[in-house]
């Protein structure tokens, strides 16, 4: 257990389907953020959030839509995805880097598939 | 930019031996954070090991060791005594203090180790 809980597990959808990922931490950090972990492919950073305000937006299609209500909620709403868009997306969260580690703590990730 | 490399796709360990996992980055920043994580099967994101640009000694972690060669850019993982349940894909990652906060991943070396 980590800390960072991220909702559902598993999602099937099809090209015109709306569904929204969540990812909820418990761990008191400012920052999150959405990974993109494709077959084969490094993980890919797609945005950040450092306290609520988004600071990192990394060339990603605007089917793909986040939301940070706060510091502790994190959403990514789906729109006319692709079956590219088929992937394991991973939420995490950090606390500011300014002394240790500044680890990221993980979920266990969204495993999205699209048809 | 931000640069991480690692450049075995796959290893094989006997178990009870050690096994080294490469890794080299390329940054301008001076100030910067070198992670190893370990993915299982089930997905989430483990945090092993941290080594920040400053630090004069090597990190440790139990079984787990980074060794930073600055000069030749490389934070190689070493992991000792091996045990089964220590098969999983593992990440490097650099972050840079540059305030953004963002965390970078190399493509990841598979760990398989056999009894």
């Known amino acids: 257990e980590t800390g960072v809980t991220q909702t559902p597990r598993h999602l099937v959808m099809g090209m015109t389907n709306k569904k929204s990922l969540k990812c909820e931490q418990h761990?008191?950090?400012?920052?999150m953020y959405w990974y993109k972990q494709s077959a084969k492919k490094p993980l890919e950073l797609m945005f950040v959030?450092?306290?609520?305000?988004?600071?990192e937006n990394n060339s990603v299609p605007s089917r793909f839509s986040p939301e940070c209500p706060n510091s502790s909620h994190l959403f990514l709403h789906l729109h006319t995805l692709q079956p590219e868009d088929s992937a394991l997306y991973l939420c995490?969260?950090?606390?500011?880097?300014?002394?240790?580690?500044?680890?990221?703590?993980f979920g266990e990730g969204s495993r999205l598939t699209v048809l | 930019a931000q640069k991480i490399t690692q450049t075995q796709p796959g290893m094989f360990v006997q178990e009870k031996e050690a096994v080294t996992l490469d890794c080299t980055y390329d940054?301008?920043?001076?100030?910067?954070?070198l992670f190893w994580y370990k993915q299982p099967s089930s997905g989430e994101m483990i945090f092993l090991i941290y080594?920040?640009?400053?630090?004069?000694q090597n990190a440790t972690e139990g079984r787990y060791s980074l060794n930073f060669q600055k000069a030749r850019k490389s934070a190689n993982l070493v992991i000792s005594a091996s045990q089964l349940g220590d098969s999983a894909m593992y990440f490097c990652?650099?972050?840079?203090?540059?305030?953004?906060?963002?965390?970078?991943f190399g493509t990841g070396t598979r760990l398989t180790v056999i009894p």
């Open positions: 959030y450092n306290f609520k305000e988004q600071t």
């Open positions: 080594q920040g640009s400053y630090d004069q």
């Open positions: 990652a650099m972050r840079v203090r540059d305030g953004a906060n963002n965390l970078f």
């Open positions: 995490a969260s950090s606390p500011q880097w300014r002394g240790g580690t500044g680890e990221l703590f």
């Open positions: 761990l008191g950090h400012n920052a």
């Open positions: 940054t301008s920043d001076p100030s910067y954070g």
